[in-house]
């Protein structure tokens, strides 16, 4: 699915943050440097979103891995303070 989106303006001391607009008039806030190079105010950009499964899987192994490492050493019980 692709987003066509157009660049409003940058804000920020630096100018670092670029505010980008959807067609429904949502605003998304991103920093510059994911822009592409060259991007200015007025340009239109087109962003594709995709779900990456592999990614996913890995994230949700290695969020379980730490889980279990944890659950390992947990003594149990009330935590006094």
Request: net charge neutral.
């Given at each position: 699915?692709?987003?066509h989106l157009s660049v409003d303006r940058f804000e920020g001391d630096d100018k670092s943050i670029a505010v980008l607009v959807?067609?429904?008039g949502a605003t998304i806030n991103?920093?510059?440097?994911l822009l592409p190079p060259g991007a200015k105010a007025g340009d239109v950009l087109t962003m594709t979103l995709k779900r990456d499964e592999a990614a996913t899987k890995k994230l949700a192994d290695d969020t379980r891995k730490v889980q279990d490492?944890?659950?390992a050493t947990d003594p149990g019980g009330d935590?006094?303070?």
């Open positions: 699915m692709a987003i959807a067609d429904d991103v920093p510059k440097a490492e944890l659950k935590i006094k303070l």
